[in-house]
């Protein structure tokens, strides 16, 4: 199995910075996806790491260390339609192994 | 709008029956992946149809079967249906190149078993 843990849930103030963390146990993917689920609703992609480092984009940037089994989701700019839960995904040929996702509380 | 269209949106059925969930994928996408996820976790692989032939498969028991079509679209059937089978049913297209794509989930199917 992959393993992926990250937080059950976290709360943030509108307007401040958050970072979701997900470490994973697995020999190998192709690349490491985060999408956003709004309750009763589908997920939406929002960012994904193929090589280790940073990717912005926009509001939201992911990073990827493939050596300590880690990435993280980071949000700025906290926006009340950001509560929401973000699940951390691995990707190999095609399928993908999500976490159980992290639920986030923005608050004004 | 994924482009990614499942029917019907919410079932009630009884544990014992059977169900048929049905996914339209998008345009030009010739691989689907079905997905179950229960209340307060992620996704779980059940799996996925490339070509209109099974290309792997996750943890799941063989009453939980599929088919996928010449133009690609898919079924999910779950036979003797349990009371842990409720649960929010996605589907998910990509276009298969061997390379990371992008995948596309559909709204999901929301099951309950009485």
Redesign the interface.
Known sequence: GQN?DQPTEMTATEGAIVQINCTYQTSGF??LFWYQQHA??????LS?N?LDGLEEKGRFSSFLSRSKGYSYLLLKELQMKDSASY?C?L?N?????????TKLNVKP | E?GVTQSPTHLIKTRGQQVTLRCSSQSGHN?V?W?QQAL??????IF?Y?REEE??RGNFPPRFSGLQFPNYSSELNVNALELDDSALY?C?S?F?TG??????????T?LTVV
Not at chain 1, 40 to 45: D, K, N
Not at chain 2, 40 to 45: I, K, R
Not at chain 2, 99 to 106: I, K, L, Q, S
């Open positions: 992926i192709n690349g009763g609703e589908a997920p939406t992609f994904y193929v699940l995904a990707y040929f095609n399928k993908f192994y999500f976490g159980s996702g | 994924t691989t992946s997905y307060g976790q992620g996704p779980q692989f996925q490339y290309n792997g996605l998910a990509s298969e390379r990371n794509t992008e995948a596309f989930f559909g709204q999901g929301r």
